[in-house]
């Protein structure tokens, strides 16, 4: 149950993702923009989720950009096998990767920002 209240926002956005990646590929709008708008998103959702996965207990890095990184690759293999019609790509899973890698950067630029604010 600890973990439940450690961790209940990284789970609710974990969850988020999972529907927002397993909605019906027909029933999302077509963008007509051509610099991977949907890679942005992947960056986005995937960094919210190391973060989220970071802050409970403000440490291990690693673990976090980690579990991120395995539910992104996770995503695009069930968007492969199991969501309707949504295919596998390894754009949005080197964005994924990206995403979560780059919590690190931002969280350590954060916390010299709150420092200077003091």
């Known amino acids: ?19 927002a990646c397993g909605i019906n590929g027909e029933s999302i ?16 959702l995937f960094l919210v989720q190391a973060i989220l ?13 980690l579990i991120s ?3 992104g690759i996770l995503i695009e293999f069930m968007q492969m096998t199991i969501f309707v019609n949504r295919s596998f790509d390894y754009a949005d ?3 994924d990767v990206i995403g ?3 919590c690190y950067p931002i969280v350590l ?3 010299k920002w709150l420092r200077i604010g003091d």
Not at 11 to 19: K, P, Q, S, V
Not at 53 to 65: E, S, T
Request: charged share 15%; proline share 3%.
């Open 69 to 71: 990184s395995v539910y």
């Open 53 to 65: 996965i970071y802050l409970p207990q403000k440490k291990h890095f690693v673990w976090a950009i």
């Open 100 to 102: 979560a890698l780059m």
């Open 29 to 44: 709008p077509k963008v007509s923009f051509d610099f991977g708008i949907d890679k942005v998103a992947h960056f986005i």
């Open 1 to 19: 149950m600890n973990f439940i209240k450690l961790y209940w926002k990284a789970l609710l956005w974990a969850f988020l993702i999972l529907g």
């Open 93 to 95: 899973m080197l964005a």
């Open 109 to 111: 630029l954060w916390k």
